[in-house]
């Protein structure tokens, strides 16, 4: 009761107004309205470039696979400058504009005939490729999408998690539900955009269905600016990477000292000193990766300035900037999973497109056609439909039973995840070898320049994709979270963007793998595994080889689980109230603006 009065002393004290979910309809509705843009023209972009640009399916593939992991990696670089030079609003307001700028170069190829090439009729087995201007033209769409998406995905989040206080008890059950609600709104979003829109663009209009995403592109960039004088804006508090090389720096200088003592407190003989005014909270020493702590010993010929802080910090650095190295070194391991883990996801968004296209993809009786790209949107239904039980149901109930506020812990949740992404990949496995069956038993027609159309109704690709969408909503959730809550203040969009560094490491590895898979595959006896024609491959052995990789992932995982230590959870320091209230203190002391 005490440490509450004190915070709430302190914000009044300050003049910060968190407005809370006062402020969410403007941040939610950005990021609703951006991903009906974004994800209504990606969506169906490789069918795009297999029909309007006539590329060959590993072709557009591995060119989707190489963008999708360029502007996730991307991300890493847009923390960096949201961290150290413009703050997550100024970053936001750009980067969002640019995307839309991206958006309307992209409808743009599709609207004029001259920027793509000639249509290919349905009998042609060969078509004219697009020209050097034209792709370089749409190359240039994507690299306005890149910087967009490079400022977007790592402060989004983060910034909506800043409008909540976070030294009350409402502004934490704010920031647990926000994270929810936020992937809820955005997979409602993406569910829109993988059918109406994705159904324009394949059965009314390219040039009208690229548009519909780039005006709410537009729409999202108004929403975003009404909300101005609402938000909570956090300042760039300077360059956290600085800080992460300074210790690993000074820790190799130091690497030739004694070690620190193994009993008791060895953290009373590190270089101790906080700045008055931090935005992170002060943590607890750890007795994880004791090399780092060098980097806080202090010898004779270290010199201490008046305020206490190291006169040349690439020489001594204090035992808080080593824990919050220890923070990022800590989820290294954990993130390296998330690389294997969303191989699963890609394969479902890229190839699971030309699954759909050499199967039955008519409604009922009916002449009526699901276009292959909206069939994601039952993995985003699965996961739209499980989150709110999730956070409303389930959680009330494991938090009965295990008494921890988020009924079990994060790693649990990503572990969960990973097996269900594994029994995806098996399902998957068995669909296609029972697609492909029935396309070469009994197939319904043609599809041009790819093959036979299978039987099968394309509508026995939802349990994989069901099983994706569970997998997800504990796994992806789970990892922003993670990433938010075991990273310092001062690092949360760096964090934030470790999630999508993730995803870009899978778009890669999975080139690669489809690559390597399409070369020796190509003169084995068993034939080419991924040809053109899926019919004459076998897609399937592809997903089982997957399904064995993250087999191998989940016990790497539950290794590196058992191992992990939460941030601030060590028992080796005594004084943990007053870290409590000096990281209150501190937080408070920020430069903040808000209104």
Known sequence: MVVTRLRLFINLQTGINYRGWKAMPFIIGNETFEKLGAIGTLANLLVYLTTVFNLKNITATNMINIFNGSTNFATLIGAFFSDTYFGRYKTLGFCTTTSFLGLLVIQLTAAFKNLHPPKCGNESSTCKG??????????????????????????????????????????????????NWYFFTFTFAQMVSLTLIVYVQSNVSWALGLGIPAALMLLSVVVFFLGTK??????????????????????????????????????????????????????????????????????????????????EPWKLCSMQQVEEVKCLVRV????????????????QHTILVFQALQSDRRVGHTNFKIPAA??????????????????????????????????????????????????????????????????????????????????????????QLALAGLSESFTAVGQV????????????????SLFYCGMAGSSY??????????????????????????????????????AALEVMNLGYFLMCSRWYKYKGNDDSYSNNSSIELNGVTKTSETSIDGV
């Open 332 to 347: 290294l391991p954990i993130w390296f999973s998330a690389i294997l883990y969303y191989l699963v996801i890609v394969q």
């Open 230 to 311: 609402i938000y909570v804006k956090v300042q760039p508090s300077g360059s956290p990477i600085t800080s992460i090389v300074q210790v690993l720096v000074v820790a190799i200088k130091k690497r030739g000292l004694k070690k620190l003592p193994q009993k008791e407190y060895p953290m009373l003989s590190l270089f101790n000193y906080v700045p008055p005014k931090t935005l992170n909270s002060r943590l607890p020493y750890t007795h994880q990766f004791r090399a780092l702590d060098k980097a806080a010993i202090m010898t004779p010929q270290d010199k201490i300035n008046p305020d206490g802080s190291a006169a």
């Open 509 to 546: 590895l999975s080139t690669l793998l489809i690559s390597i898979v399409h070369k020796t595959t190509a003169k084995s006896a068993t034939g080419n595994w991924l040809p053109e024609d899926l019919n004459k491959g076998r897609l399937d052995y592809f997903y089982f080889m997957i």
């Open 374 to 463: 909206s069939y994601y949107v039952f993995l985003m239904l699965c996961m739209t439909l499980w989150l709110p039980i999730y956070d409303r149901i389930l959680v009330p109930l494991l938090r009965r039973v295990t008494g921890k506020e988020a009924g079990i812990t994060l790693l649990q949740r990503m572990g969960i995840g990973i097996f269900l992404a594994i029994l995806s990949m098996i399902v998957s496995a068995f669909v296609e070898g029972h697609r492909r069956s029935l396309a070469l038993s009994s197939p319904i027609g043609m599809q041009p320049r790819k093959g036979a159309i299978s039987s099968m109704s394309a509508l026995v690709l939802i349990p």
């Open 481 to 496: 979270e993670f990433y938010y809550k075991q990273f310092p203040e001062n690092m949360r969009s760096i964090g934030q």
């Open 130 to 179: 697009p020209t050097a201007g034209q792709m370089a033209f749409l190359l240039c769409g994507f690299g306005l999408l890149l910087i967009g998406a490079a400022g977007v995905r790592p402060c989004n989040l983060a910034f909506g998690a800043d409008q909540f206080n976070p030294n009350t008890e409402s502004g934490k059950k704010g920031v647990n539900s926000f994270f």
